[in-house]
């Protein structure tokens, strides 16, 4: 999985939950993902049920960055039948976002740091003590730059049919196919933070079911783009994605 999932300044409350719900029949798009891909800017028009964190999840670009280019000063009304320009991902300044983690993935003292700090921010945020969503899970890409490109959370080898567990307790915000994600499901936890599990077999949960820490909500597969049966598992806090294994035990 390349990149994907960012919430923006979008407000995922109940109101704006069931406002984000995806359009039924609308046209698959390309998100970068764990096979790889390229991508050109595209003009889309806003639709009934369409927010920028959708819009922004179906082509693998910030809702964020898809506002800045648009000049969308409240990410939370775009009219339907507005005509947004989607800019490419890779784009510079996403680049250096994601480039962060990865300098902390390759300095060992920086890292120390950065997940002493990490887990005491989720501590604060909502007690969220996150657990691996796989046991004895298998490190097969690390999050950061792969391949001159951002990788925007870790995969976790495995195979196919392995149960998928909640990393941390919280509230289905999606379930159901995601483009280039195959079978995704994600999960609104305290404060700001979301995780994603991608690519899975088998779903075992609905949007708006409450999972406690632990629960088994998928199974490993291999839908969507990806290379192997394995698990793309993202943490991210309001827009942006954290490194999952500075939170991790």
């Known amino acids: ?17 069931g406002a984000a719900v995806l359009v039924a029949g609308a046209p698959t798009v390309g998100l970068l993902s764990c096979g790889g891909s390229t991508h050109s800017e595209r003009i889309h028009t806003v639709r009934k049920g369409e927010n920028l964190y959708r819009i922004g999840l179906r082509y693998g670009v910030p809702a964020s960055q898809i506002a800045r280019a648009n000049g969308v000063r409240d990410v939370t ?12 991902p890779g784009s ?12 902390q993935t390759r300095k060992p003292s920086g890292l120390t740091d950065a997940r002493r700090r990490a887990k005491r921010d989720a501590l604060r945020e909502g007690k969220l ?6 046991r004895a899970p298998r490190l097969t890409s690390r999050f950061g730059q792969r391949g001159g490109r951002p990788h925007e959370g ?14 941390e307790s919280g509230k289905v ?3 159901g196919w995601l483009g280039d994600y195959g079978k995704v499901v994600i999960v609104k936890h305290a404060g700001l933070y979301r995780s994603v ?8 949960v609905a949007k708006g079911e409450f999972v406690e820490k632990g629960r088994p909500i998928a199974e490993v597969g291999t ?5 192997g049966a394995h698990l793309h598992f993202e943490i991210r806090k309001r827009d942006k994605p954290r490194n999952p294994l500075l939170y991790l035990p």
Do not use: C, E, N
């Open 154 to 167: 870790i995969d976790l080898g495995a195979k196919s049919g392995t149960t998928i567990r909640a990393a």
């Open 129 to 134: 003590k996150f657990a691996w969503p796989l």
């Open 92 to 103: 510079a300044s996403s680049m250096r976002r994601s480039g962060s983690g990865h300098a």
């Open 197 to 204: 599990y991608a690519h899975a077999r088998q779903l075992h």
């Open 1 to 17: 999985m390349r990149r994907g999932l960012r919430l923006g300044r979008v407000r995922l409350g109940a109101a704006a939950l």
């Open 77 to 88: 009304s775009i009219s339907v039948g507005t005509r947004l320009r989607i800019p490419p």
């Open 173 to 175: 915000i999606y379930s």
């Open 223 to 227: 839908t969507g783009r990806s290379t």
